[in-house]
């Protein structure tokens, strides 16, 4: 096939194709994710959905976002909380390896308990 047997339409038949199938891959993945980390279900009824996914995998997916469409935003915020925790803490633990290879306290900042670190003046 020579590339000027492609016509215009063609090429963005095949984008719109080709974005569809990412969108399905993508939800089909969540609902999987999602459906062994839920906690609620039973486990016949986590092998009830697995059944429905893998046999209609589109309407399957469809369905168990619908049905249980829920989780997408609270797994998000969750996701989102446990980012920004985890990103505090090693903020927190790489600003107090600063400080200790530093040999001062919090980084010549005021002490939160009140008194005021120690500074340094090298003569």
Do not use: C, N
Not at 5 to 22: N, Y
Not at 47 to 61: K, R, T, Y
Not at 62 to 85: C, F, H, I, K, P
């Amino acid at each position: 096939m020579v590339l000027a047997d492609v016509g215009l339409g063609q090429v963005i038949w095949t984008a719109f194709f080709l974005f569809m199938l990412a969108a399905f891959v993508w939800v089909f993945i969540l609902a999987l994710r999602h459906l062994f980390r839920d906690r609620e279900l039973s486990g016949w009824a986590k092998a009830g959905w697995l059944v429905g996914l893998i046999i209609f995998p589109l309407i399957g997916s469809l369905v168990y976002l619908l049905v249980r469409g829920g989780w997408v935003t609270e797994d998000s915020t969750a996701d989102s909380a446990a980012l920004a925790q985890l990103s505090r803490t090693e903020f927190e633990r790489h600003g107090s390896s600063v400080a200790d290879s530093r040999g001062d306290r919090a980084g010549g900042r005021p002490d939160p308990a009140g008194g005021a670190a120690e500074e340094r003046h090298d003569h």
